[in-house]
């Protein structure tokens, strides 16, 4: 069946505009989850959403990142004002509820900020 | 803070032997385990799981080890393949704090043929 899909793949824009990242989860999946990985470190938790329920947004590194989530469907990431620091490759997760259950992930979107 | 560590940040064996990655987690309160593989390009792919309540979990030529009174965790690989070579993670789950993980820095595993 079709895993986490996420677009674009590869994103290059310069200091200072806006990007829009895109996940496509598991169907039926109730849970998702972004993360950020820097080069060559682990994921760090950015956001994630559980069905109805109030996203739980903690891991948002400033007000510039914002995400929505339409119903248990597609989630766009939206990073305003783009840093350089701000390049990472952004992944995506979903899984079929929260906790104990495995999270299964796309291949993310590699963002490099000029 | 919360952290999930790793002993050694790399890892190389010869192709055939059984390799084993570690790592330390410091949240006591933590309920739930998952190491994942991640090949260069891709995104991390889910390997195997264990709850706090087990210590011991098999899977195909894969074991989790857990050990809660040290906070330790392991992956055991048999028969180390080339295309087991990857950058390995541990993450930690508390179901107290919802479905967040927090990652481990990744152990890079070379299996040379």
């Known amino acids: 069946g079709a895993g986490v899909s996420q677009s674009p793949s590869n994103k290059v824009t310069e200091k200072g505009k806006d990007v829009e990242l895109r996940c496509d989860p598991i169907?039926?999946?109730?849970?998702l989850y972004w993360y950020r990985q820097r080069l060559g470190q682990g994921l760090e938790f950015l956001i994630y959403f559980q069905g109805n329920s109030a996203p739980d947004k903690s891991g948002l590194p400033s007000d510039r990142f914002s995400a929505e989530r339409t119903g248990e469907s597609v989630s766009t990431l939206t990073i305003q004002r783009t840093q350089q620091e701000d390049s990472a490759v952004y992944l995506c997760a979903s899984s079929s509820g929260q906790g104990d259950q495995p999270q299964h992930f796309g291949d993310g979107t590699r963002l490099s900020i000029l | 803070g919360e952290s999930v560590g790793l002993h050694l940040p790399t890892l190389s064996v010869q192709e055939g032997d059984n390799s084993i990655i570690n790592c330390a987690y410091s949240?006591?309160?933590?309920?739930?385990f998952i190491w994942y593989k991640q090949e260069s390009g891709k995104g991390p792919q889910f390997i195997i799981d264990i709850r706090s309540n087990m210590d011991k979990r098999q899977g195909q030529r894969v074991t989790v080890l857990l050990n809660k009174t040290v906070k330790h965790l392991s992956l055991q690989i048999a028969a180390t393949q080339p295309g087991d070579s990857a950058v390995y993670f541990c993450a930690e789950n508390n179901h107290n704090q919802g479905g967040k993980l927090i990652f481990g820095q990744g152990t890079e595993l070379s299996v040379k043929p």
């Open positions: 949240n006591s309160a933590s309920d739930y």
């Open positions: 169907s039926g999946h109730t849970a």
